[in-house]
């Protein structure tokens, strides 16, 4: 479980093809300083094991269902990623929960810049945006941000100067693809809604 406030702008060192999948192998900064072989560590919002260190250098696994369906496929040394350890227990919690199990890919469709700040504005699968809703949460590379516009296919964040300097998201262009994770709580309300008609009840008929 994590929170989605990013802890430091790591970068990719090598990328190492192991068949179906590939080992990243990660600079992760001061965020590497207590990390254990089995420790679990959000790389742009997905949820991955440490597997290998070596000082600051950390070695993660992806699968080719994860390569395909995150941004991390298309990860290449150099690349800049978006670093979080675990939540720990009794840590406080300044964004919101998140699982680190990217639900789909979007990608920025254009910048509205107000310097410092800037709006911007992704493209979704439609069935996503059924939940999110404006002033609620969502999570973008594993950076926990308030909506402010939700549409049919789209939705914006604004984005402080802050965040667009110590994450990813500062520097994407229009077409980057992102990792979206939408609030864990609207998944389950909305799978309560769709299936609330074919459970039995525990209730007794009404008389």
């Known amino acids: 479980m994590f929170t989605g406030l990013v802890e430091t702008l790591g970068h990719v060192v090598e990328m190492i093809e192991q068949a179906p999948g590939r080992r990243l192998r990660i600079e992760c900064g001061h965020v590497a300083e207590g990390l254990a072989i089995g420790d679990s560590i959000a790389i742009n919002g997905c949820c991955l094991t440490v597997v290998a260190r070596a000082g600051s250098i950390a070695d ?9 369906r995150t941004n991390l496929g298309d990860l290449t040394a150099g690349s800049p990623v978006n670093l979080e350890r675990a ?5 406080r919690l300044g964004g919101h929960y998140v699982t680190g ?5 979007g990608a920025l469709d254009r910048r509205e810049e107000d310097p410092p700040w800037a709006k911007l504005w992704f493209k979704v699968p439609a069935p996503l945006t059924r939940q999110m809703a404006a002033k ?3 999570t973008v590379d594993g950076v926990s941000l308030t909506l402010v516009d939700v549409t049919t ?7 402080i100067p802050h965040t667009l300097t110590v994450t990813t998201l500062g520097r994407l262009q229009p077409g980057s693809p992102v990792n ?7 998944k389950y309300v909305g799978r309560f809604l769709e299936t609330q008609d074919g459970w039995p009840s525990d209730k007794p008929p009404l008389t």
Do not use: N
């Not at 939540?87 to 840590?91: F, R, S």
């Not at 199990?101 to 890919?105: C, F, I, K, R, S």
């Not at 979206?180 to 609207?186: R, S």
């Open 101 to 105: 199990h990217v639900d789909a890919l």
């Open 153 to 159: 296919d789209q939705f914006s964040v604004a984005l």
């Open 180 to 186: 979206l994770e939408t609030d864990v709580l609207a």
């Open 60 to 68: 993660l696994e992806a699968g080719e269902e994860t390569l395909s």
């Open 87 to 91: 939540l720990a227990v009794g840590d």
């Open 136 to 138: 609620g949460s969502i």
